[in-house]
């Protein structure tokens, strides 16, 4: 698989948002405890 | 059509294995990674929490690239990655969501204590479960027993960590909460993140990636983010961990604890493999209860400990005897087998995989002839970790604590017993697939 469709399959992947949600989170936690 | 055949003449014979082989390689984990505290009570350095972490770290990326190179050859770990190379992405998303949770932890310990900071955190497991249920469908078409057995044991395994860590608090040495609401933010954010850790795990597996070279991945978004988190938050060039040319003679503990926990980690990697993250992962959590061992039998942690204490190591060790038992028992069946299948084929469809390979590694089996030939520059790597280990080794400072060495040569034993006889086994098996 070229890479362009490898990107494009991982960023239309529903489940791929999920841990890059968690990660934004946890990095917008631990910004505000500094 | 052809696949599908292949897939129900291979899963019935390979599960019933593999789940052995899985719930084994799961309790072995929760036997190492309780004992990856150990060397880290050694150390009493006066450095900030980012540096400690760092250090472990550290030791984490040096064995982690080791033991791949040692089991399989880089050679192997490339091709491995070259034939899924989205899931690199994923795989240094899981090393970041790890190193923003352990940071959060520290936060969380500061501002409310590790009393209240503790349980919290420790639910990843049952957030693992529920990506587990609700991403790749795991335990549909399981029956209802099976179901009541992976759930509650499961909660009797995290009820028991609990409990377990209570029993180390003595006394009214817990800061007072003075930000609450930011150290349960933090808290529960280590959670929400560890337990969404597990979906790149399961993401990989279920594409059939050899766990060694999932880890060789991880630990490179693991390293990098902790040290933008040690840059950022332990003042840049300031930061403490610059200055460990003080402190040269407690990194060795930090990176021996980073060392076991290595072995403990990639032994939870292969039971996430081989069971799912449902039950792997609560299998795993075990750890507490060896953690507590050598606490409690090596470091005299226990000592002055009220019966309170002692009534709640006990009630939290059966109760987490009676769920890793549950978890144990809690065969896949034929149902499961099928949509797991389902989930396998979505990810074959979305990235191009052949479903006939997938299936095979998933299963535990090798395929493509793959090479696994050493070259010039794994005896490199193998020797450069290996180098950094005996430097440190030789500066290391045995510390003036009072250690009862026969329940430490005890525990020792357990650890290497239960390795070699993981390792007989993966290799017979699967061949550290």
């Known amino acids: ?34 | 059509m052809a696949t599908q055949s292949q897939s129900e003449t291979l899963a019935p014979t390979h599960t019933r294995s593999l789940h052995g082989l899985g719930v084994l390689c799961g309790l072995t984990a929760g036997v190492w990674l309780g004992a990856a505290e150990a060397p880290t009570k050694l150390v009493n350095s006066g450095f900030t929490p980012f540096t400690v972490s760092l250090c472990m770290v550290a030791g984490v990326f040096a064995a982690r690239w080791t033991f791949p190179t040692l089991l399989k050859g880089t050679t192997y770990v490339f091709s491995d990655l070259s034939q899924k190379k989205h899931l690199i992405v994923w795989a240094i998303l899981a090393g970041a969501l790890w190193a923003v949770a352990n940071t959060l932890t520290i936060f969380a310990i500061r501002d409310v204590g590790l009393a209240i900071a503790f349980p919290m955190w420790n639910t990843n497991a049952l957030i693992g479960l529920f990506w587990g249920r609700v991403l790749f469908r795991e335990l549909d078409g399981a029956d209802r027993g099976t179901i009541a057995k992976v759930i509650g044991g499961a909660v009797c395994i995290v009820v028991a960590a609990i409990l377990l860590g209570f029993s180390t608090l003595h006394g009214n040495s817990e800061p007072t909460p003075h930000h609450a609401p930011a150290g349960i933010l933090a808290a529960l954010g280590a959670s929400v993140l560890w337990g969404t850790m597990y979906v790149p795990y399961r993401k990989a597996y279920l594409s059939g990636m050899n766990p060694l070279s999932f880890v060789t991945v991880f630990t490179v978004g693991e390293m990098l983010t902790m040290l933008l988190l040690t840059w950022t938050f332990d003042g840049g060039f300031h930061a403490s961990v610059l200055r460990l040319s003080h402190g040269a003679h407690f990194i060795f503990w930090l990176f021996a604890g980073g060392f076991v926990w290595v072995i403990g980690d990639l032994l939870q990697q292969f039971a996430a493999k081989y069971l799912g993250i449902g039950r792997g992962i609560p299998l795993t959590n075990t750890n507490q209860l060896w953690g507590l061992a050598w606490g409690a039998l090596v470091f005299g942690e226990l000592a002055s400990a009220d019966i309170q204490h002692k009534a709640m190591v006990l009630t939290g060790s059966l109760v987490m005897t009676v769920g890793a038992l549950c978890i144990s028992t809690a065969k896949s069946s034929l149902g499961e087998h099928s949509t797991r299948r389902e989930a396998l084929e979505r990810e074959c469809t979305r990235y191009g995989l052949d479903y006939d390979q997938v299936l095979l590694a998933q299963s535990g089996e090798e395929f493509g002839g793959r090479p696994e030939g050493r070259r010039w520059w794994d005896i490199a790597i193998i020797a450069a970790a290996t180098a950094v280990f005996v430097y440190l080794g030789f500066h290391a400072a045995v510390p003036s604590l009072t250690l009862n060495l026969r329940w430490a040569a005890a525990l020792g034993g357990v650890l290497i017993g239960t390795l070699v006889f993981c390792v007989y086994r993966l290799h017979r098996d699967t061949h550290f697939s």
Do not use: E, N
């Not at chain 1, 469709?5 to 631990?30: E, Q, R």
């Open chain 1, 1 to 34: 698989m070229q890479a362009s469709h490898a990107a494009k399959a991982i960023l239309t992947d529903s489940h791929f948002w999920i841990p890059v949600a968690a990660l934004i989170f946890g990095v917008v936690v631990l910004m505000g405890l500094r």
